[in-house]
Structures are given as structure tokens and as C-alpha cells.
């Protein structure tokens, strides 16, 4: 789905006629879509970076569909796990937006790094959604072609993924893809709990004397599982970018519009050459941080209510009811399609074959090696024991 840049002009049907400076009592907020699904025009930070978007009816009634997809099918993966068909599964719950809006915002020839939570992302770069239920099943390394579809791996390790990118992005610098339109830039994933780590503002470090065209994206849940964001940070995350040299700003990240804005801006700027930026989406987990965790035990149930009132779904759906975009045969079609597609990734990962344990020597070398070779033989005799056997 063709999405409009930034800093068109937005017809006036669609939004009020007026900027805004500051949203949810936070001056700072980047907001484009209030949780009454309310338009607003474009929003000027204090920089005069000035955020807007200009949508089709077709583009917003695509990014609403996004938006739907997304969370059910994150919602089978879930249920799959609570009944013993994954062994692990890490929710983007409440989380939709920020991974639409820049997954959304991303151009042909960038690149993303993940964490293990960007579902959403990974479905906007064209990936089949059964790719990384093959890795929290065991049965798989979780294998799409990184190059083909501009999306690596999952990375467990916590903010090890930043480093990549900022390696990565030093590469595309090197071959001389930035200063056009046409250029490349890379955008790094990771959540507010990761900002702790070494590793994450070791690649702040490199990306920022660099100048790489990295765009690091920090999903603010509030959360580091049970950790609460004040036990991470004394100061706003986006304000961090400051003392490594390069800006940071921060968004509504329920707001799927302005996520994309904000992103769609940041990742042509590093394209031009013009260096790193920080995005703080600030946003909540609604659900578990993953399915061993329980949030009832350091999180009230008042907070989440409050957050479920701005949820990133509703949101939209009531700008498109409002704005006479869509009307209850489109939500309907929708929630069908979820619906099938939800019960299609089912059966699919139902069907999944037990991979044979000598394959896990397959894809260790390109070419393979002679010690390879030779441990698979050792491990091939060793299966080969237990054959007629009741172990």
C-alpha cells in the first residue's frame, strides 16, 4: 500500500484547521490523531520540524486494516502458546501503531533491525506472519532472506540489534547510498528498557562520530518486563539523543499517523546525510511482556484502563466513522479477513513437520567443513543407537 510523505498539504475535510504545538499535556508530544479520533493538521516541534501527513481515504482505510491484521493474528500466536503449540511468544499488544505507522514509513531500499517483538514491522515488509511462529515453535531458525525483504533477523539479545544497525548503516555511508532521494537509510528497533544497555549506547556512540543514517526507534511500553520506566531514565528517553550529539524527539506511539510522520521524516533525513536521530514512541504493553510473564503482579489495573482509552485502533476507526471514510461494511470485511487469515496462520502452524535433529548441522557453514562433517557423522551414529530401543 502506497503511503503520502510527510509534509504534504492535508485536505482541510480531513483535519482541523489548526497546528498544534503540544498534545496530551506533554509540549514535546508529536500528535496527529487524538484518542477521539480527532485530526490534527500537523504538529511544529520546538526544533521547527514541522510533522504532517497527506492520505488518501484508500491509504487510511489500508492503515486501519494494518492496524486489525496485526493484532490478531498476534492474538492467535498467543493463544497457540497458552495452548503448547509455541513455546514462547512476546506480544505487540497495544503496540500496533508505532510498528505500523514506521514500518509504514520505511522506503523500498531501507532496512530494519528488529527486536523479537516487531510483528507489525515484520508484516508491513511483505514477510509471511508463520516466519517467526517457526522460531518460537523449535522447529526453525525463524529463516526469511534479510536482503530480500530489507528486515533481519529477530535478535533475542537485548539491544544487541542497535550495534548491527549501526555497523550496517556505516556500510551504506561507505558505498556512498545517502545524499539523494533515492538513498539508504537504516532504522534500529528496541524497547525503553534497553536504553540501560551497553551495547545500545555504545552504537548512540559509534552512529553519532559516524554520522551514520540510522534511525534508532525506541518503543517506550513503560516497561522493562517488571521494571517501571522511572527505574531507566531520571529524563524524557528522547532527551538522551543530546548528549550523544544528534536530536531525539518524542511521539504519540498509539498515534499511527504521527508514528509515521515522524518516522517517514527521520529516516529521509538520514538518507540526505544529515546522521542519526532518536524517535521515542511513547506508548504501553497492554499485555505480558512475553507468555512466561504475569504484569498483574507490579502493574495495577487502573493504569491499564487508562491506557485502553487510548487504544491505537479505536482511535482510528472513529476518525474513519467521523470523517464518513469507512462505514460497518468495511469493519466488518476487516474483521472477517482477520478473522480467516488468523485461523489460516492456525492451521498452518499446526502442520508444521518436526524438523529431524541431524538438520541442526545444515546451515552452521555456507559450504560446510570437515570438523562439521565429521560431528555430523558422530551425531548421526549417536541417533542411530537409540533405533529399536524403548528410549
Known amino acids: 500500500m502506497a503511503k503520502g510523505d510527510p509534509g504534504g498539504t492535508t485536505r482541510s475535510r480531513r483535519a482541523a484547521p489548526r497546528s498544534k504545538k503540544g498534545a496530551a499535556g506533554d509540549p514535546e508530544l508529536v500528535q496527529l490523531l487524538t484518542p477521539d479520533g480527532e485530526r490534527i493538521e500537523s504538529h511544529t516541534s520546538p526544533d521547527g520540524t514541522e510533522y504532517r501527513v497527506d492520505f488518501t481515504d484508500e491509504e487510511y482505510r489500508g492503515l486501519y486494516r494494518d492496524l486489525v491484521l496485526v493484532r490478531k493474528l498476534d492474538a492467535e500466536a498467543t493463544a497457540l502458546q497458552r495452548q503448547g503449540e509455541l513455546g514462547l511468544w512476546a506480544s505487540l499488544l497495544g503496540q500496533e501503531a508505532a510498528q505500523v505507522g514506521s514500518g509504514r514509513a520505511l522506503r523500498a531500499q531501507d532496512m530494519a533491525f528488529p527486536t523479537y517483538r516487531e510483528h507489525g514491522v515484520l508484516y508491513c515488509r511483505g514477510i509471511d506472519p508463520i516466519m517467526p511462529l517457526g522460531l518460537f515453535r523449535g522447529?526453525?531458525?525463524?529463516g526469511w532472506?534479510?536482503?530480500?525483504?530489507?528486515?533481519?533477523m529477530y535478535t533475542i539479545v537485548i539491544g544487541a540489534q542497535t550495534l548491527h544497525a549501526t555497523g550496517y548503516a556505516m556500510g551504506i555511508t561507505m558505498d556512498g547510498k545517502t545524499g539523494t532521494d533515492d538513498g539508504e537509510a537504516a532504522i534500529a528497533y528496541f524497547g525503553d528498557g534497553a536504553t540501560s544497555q551497553g551495547d545500545v549506547n555504545e552504537a548512540f556512540v559509534w552512529a553519532s562520530v559516524f554520522n551514520a543514517p540510522l534511525v534508532?526507534?525506541?518503543q517506550n511500553n513503560q516497561y522493562a518486563i517488571s521494571e517501571p520506566l522511572e527505574r531507566q531514565t531520571r529524563v524524557p528517553l528522547y532527551q538522551r539523543a543530546a548528549g550523544f550529539g544528534f536530536p531525539g524527539v518524542r511521539v504519540d506511539g498509539n498515534d499511527v499517523l504521527a508514528s509515521y510522520a515522524v518516522t517517514r521524516t527521520a529516516l529521509d533525513n538520514a538518507r540526505h546525510g544529515q546522521g542519526p536521530s532518536l524517535i521515542e514512541a511513547y506508548t504501553y504493553r497492554m499485555g505480558a511482556h512475553t507468555t512466561s510473564d504475569d504484569p498483574t503482579r507490579y502493574r495495577i489495573a487502573s493504569e491499564v484502563e487508562a491506557w485502553q482509552a487510548k487504544d491505537p485502533i479505536t482511535r482510528v476507526k472513529a476518525f474513519l466513522e467521523k470523517q464518513q471514510i469507512a462505514d460497518a461494511a468495511f469493519f466488518a470485511e476487516v474483521?472477517?479477513?482477520?478473522?480467516?487469515?488468523s485461523v489460516h496462520l492456525r492451521e498452518r502452524v499446526l502442520d508444521m513437520p518436526n524438523p529431524e535433529p541431524v538438520t541442526m548441522f545444515d546451515h552452521v557453514y555456507p559450504n560446510g567443513s570437515p570438523l562439521l562433517d565429521e560431528q555430523r557423522a558422530q551425531f548421526t551414529r549417536y541417533m542411530e543407537s537409540f533405533e529399536g530401543s524403548a528410549h
Open 139 to 142: 522447529v526453525d531458525q525463524g
Open 145 to 152: 532472506d534479510p536482503n530480500e525483504f530489507k528486515f533481519n
Open 216 to 218: 534508532f526507534f525506541c
Open 335 to 341: 474483521d472477517e479477513q482477520a478473522r480467516r487469515e
